[in-house]
């Protein structure tokens, strides 16, 4: 690799694996998966990045040109044909650097082929982000002559479209961005009659294939040994097993004891230990690979380990490491392409499944987790670079780059009220292993009466999210405003030290354009902040009836008490009654008539209406065909039940009632009303339900009696209601002050203090 090239994750890197067990589902599902669509080979060769830069002699107005993602001017410049033996000076002046010849030829074969894949290009958005921050194609280039690794033949590989990012201030690098394959492919269709001028093939992902079972098992069973000690026990020494001597169990019985992926912590390394590696620092990573080198030649730990409490994590991380390995061997001796043979003789396989990894490419490397293949072209990157807190090269750990490759996503909106659409969007962004930190930025502008508090509220009542998700209120005028601001912000920034930041939102309409204006603000105005700032790709925008589900819709379908549209427009209509108690609360104001008998029981009415709203097979049955016809009207009503999923074992009085749960919901429901108009301070002359007299009551002494008294009169009738053959749908309360007076208080004795 070297160069501009992204990175790929471990199986351990991984969200799914969290223990020992996890590790070993994790290669089972993988296994299945390779099954339905076999994984992509990895190829051992020299990272060779080029894009698009603005040229008006050319044909199209672009040519392309080799970028290793360096600052150095001919890479910002973009490195040509014509000036590449300036960009790659060998040490050797009677022997030319061998990335001359490999640039010659890659842009000979590629701006050969400008002209028919330009209109591919432009859809991989490769036309648009064009300069030193703008989108390459990351690829692997094989000159068999040349590398060390030896394949039957030349051949270039488009692994797919990364962006250059900001490092630091003077420092890029690269990122992985969203490209559809076909695409991809059909570029690759397009470019192999120039390539095979020269000699050359053209692949893009190059499948292998199971060709027969996978040893899992047996690679399970495996040994490992663990040597704990250099000093030898003393026989009379109860102590427990490892101090004195090694431990030696099948790979199955240590990863069954791993309850924790020590993934994110830190370790001490011994004195010994930075004698033997002085380029190590005091700290590292457990999967640092000396540490698992050194467990594996039987170094003993306490010679690795600075500390006691450094041995477990250690253990444990050269566990899953070498488990890794052994299993990854098994998964690379199944697999086979029809182009390069057996893969367990390449550098291995990627595995990309939406039900993996939360969907992130990750590769088996077998063998070479420990060191790979080299090659002759000189690396600018001196060791292979990976997630895992640059764990895997012999060189200091810098931990204030242990987030780096991570982004921090800032979504900025209104969120009055939030919908289904914000939260999905916001959970799509939680989710994704590389987004480290999510922050919801919210608007302090009131929208048509909803306000941020009321914003806030409907927030808590979705709830759900981790800790990953934080939200922020908008310092200025607009929420968008506040994220360009905080990108100026030095503090905040380096918070985030070595995260790459970016704009959150929909796919949507205007909101991918967001995005992009973010990244070129910056790009523009490179010493207005030290940031990091890349594109990160939008969420899948949430669609209701056809259209995105937005604020405006909500609060719309709220005014027009248009509760079908409301509830879908939530993330689950669970929260219906909750949120629509929110919005109510700046609007709606219970006066004293609230207890009238009437109004009372149309609220109840209005509550039951979902539930007589169902199918009633009796009663279209008696308008479609009447009653007169007994076998008829029954044929009608089995019909009916039919084609609603009704049971067919319900009867006419069962279809009017209410179940015990629904009658106990409805208590809880009304409960709450009664609790809600008491805390609104309203007057103590109360007209009340039938059963109380009118006169003054005393709100502080009198509210427990109020409600209980008022809940038994309810209790009393609700059969009565039910069994009413219609329900009179002419409310004198709308079905938005119902819904929203509605909420969860349990049945029964209510403290009102303690509500």
């Known amino acids: 690799m070297g160069g501009a090239g992204g990175h790929m994750w471990h199986p351990f890197d991984c969200p799914d694996v969290n223990s020992g067990q996890d590790l070993i589902s994790f290669f089972q599902k993988s296994i299945e998966s390779a099954k339905a669509r076999p994984p992509a080979l990895k190829i051992d060769g020299v990272n060779l990045s080029f894009r698009l830069r603005e040229n008006p002699k050319m044909e199209t107005g672009y040519e392309f040109v080799i970028d290793r993602g360096s600052m150095k ?112 492919d059909t570029v690759r269709d397009k470019v192999k009659k120039y390539a095979a001028e020269k000699d050359f093939r053209v692949f893009t992902r190059i499948p292998a294939e199971i060709t027969k079972e996978v040893e899992l098992e047996k690679a399970l069973d495996q040994e490992f040994t663990v ?32 309850s924790e992926n020590p993934l994110n912590k830190v370790v001490y390394i011994s004195d010994e230990m930075r004698q033997k590696y002085p380029q190590m620092s005091k700290k590292q990573s457990p999967y640092a690979k000396n540490i698992y080198l050194e467990v594996l030649k039987g170094t003993p730990v306490n010679e690795i380990a600075a500390t006691e409490n450094d041995v477990e994590p250690l253990v444990d991380a050269a566990v899953i490491m070498h488990s890794t390995r052994i299993l990854g061997n098994a998964v690379l001796d199944a697999l086979e392409s029809d182009e390069f043979g057996p893969a367990r003789d390449q550098e291995g396989v990627v595995v990309s499944d939406p039900g993996i990894c939360s969907g992130t490419s990750f590769k088996f490397t077998g063998d070479f987790i420990v060191g790979g293949l080299a090659t002759s072209f000189p690396r600018e990157q001196r060791f292979r670079r990976g997630k895992l807190l640059e764990s895997f090269m012999p060189e200091p750990l810098n931990l204030s780059e242990q987030d780096s490759g991570q982004y921090i996503i800032l979504i900025p909106g ?23 930190k999510v922050y919801v930025v919210t608007g302090p502008k009131e929208r048509e009466g ?136 700046q609007e709606t104001q219970v006066n004293e008539s609230f207890f009238l008998t009437d109004p009372l029981f149309s ?35 089995q019909g009916v039940k039919s084609q609603h999923g009704l049971k067919e074992e319900l009867n006419e009085q069962e279809q009017l009632e209410l179940s015990p749960e629904q009658v106990e919901e409805l208590q809880a429901v009304i409960s709450n009303l009664i609790q809600k108009f008491i805390e609104s301070g309203a007057v103590p002359e109360l007209k009340v339900a039938a059963g109380i007299e009118k006169g003054d009551i005393d709100i502080e002494d009198s509210k427990q009696s109020l409600i209980n008294t008022i809940m038994s009169y309810i209790d009393g009738t609700l059969d009565d209601i039910m069994k009413e053959e219609e329900v009179n749908e002419a409310s004198a309360m709308a079905a938005g002050a119902i819904a929203g007076a509605a909420g969860r208080s349990p049945w029964g004795n209510i403290n009102y203090e303690e509500a």
Request: proline content about 5%.
């Open 414 to 436: 209104g969120f009055k009220p939030p919908t289904g659409g914000h939260y999905s969007m916001i959970k799509q962004y939680e989710k994704k292993p590389d987004i480290r």
């Open 450 to 585: 909803v306000t941020l508090d009321q914003s806030k509220q409907i927030f808590k009542i979705y709830g759900g999210f981790s800790d990953k998700v934080e939200f922020i209120e908008a310092a200025d005028a607009t929420p968008l405003t506040t994220c360009y601001k905080l990108m100026e912000n030095d503090h905040f920034v380096s918070e985030h030290s070595g995260a790459i930041f970016s704009i959150g939102a929909g796919n949507k309409g205007q909101d991918p354009k967001r995005i992009k204006d973010f990244v070129r603000y910056f790009e523009q105005r490179i010493d207005t902040t030290t940031a990091q700032i890349a594109a990160y790709p939008p969420a899948e925008t949430l669609s209701v009836d056809g259209q995105p589900a937005s604020a405006s819709r909500m609060r719309e379908a709220f005014k027009n008490g248009d509760w079908e549209t409301f509830k879908k427009l939530l993330p689950d209509d669970n929260f219906y009654d909750d949120v629509v108690q929110v919005l109510n609360n």
């Open 73 to 184: 001017a001919l890479d910002v410049q973009g490195v040509t044909a014509d000036n590449a033996h300036e960009r790659f000076v060998s040490k050797d002046p009677s022997q030319p650097h061998g990335m001359i010849n490999a640039t010659e030829i890659l842009l000979s074969i590629f701006n050969a082929a400008l002209p028919e894949v330009i209109s591919d290009l432009e859809q991989l958005g490769m036309t648009e982000d064009i300069g030193p921050y703008g989108k390459y194609f990351n690829t692997e280039f094989v000159l068999k002559k040349i590398n060390v690794k030896e394949y039957a033949f030349d051949f270039i590989a488009l692994h797919g479209v990364n962006q250059f990012v900001k490092k630091g201030p003077r420092s890029r690098k690269g990122v992985a961005a969203e490209a559809d394959q076909v695409i991809l």
């Open 603 to 637: 609220l109840v009415d209005e509550l039951l209406l979902e539930e007589k709203r169902k199918p009633n097979p009796w009663a279209i049955c008696t308008d479609k065909v009447g009653r007169e016809d007994k076998d008829k009207y029954e044929r009608c009503v």
């Open 227 to 258: 040597v704990y000690s250099s000093q030898m026990r003393d026989p009379e020494d109860t102590g427990e097993l490892g101090i004195g001597e090694g431990s030696t169990k099948t790979i199955r019985d240590w990863l069954a004891g791993v």
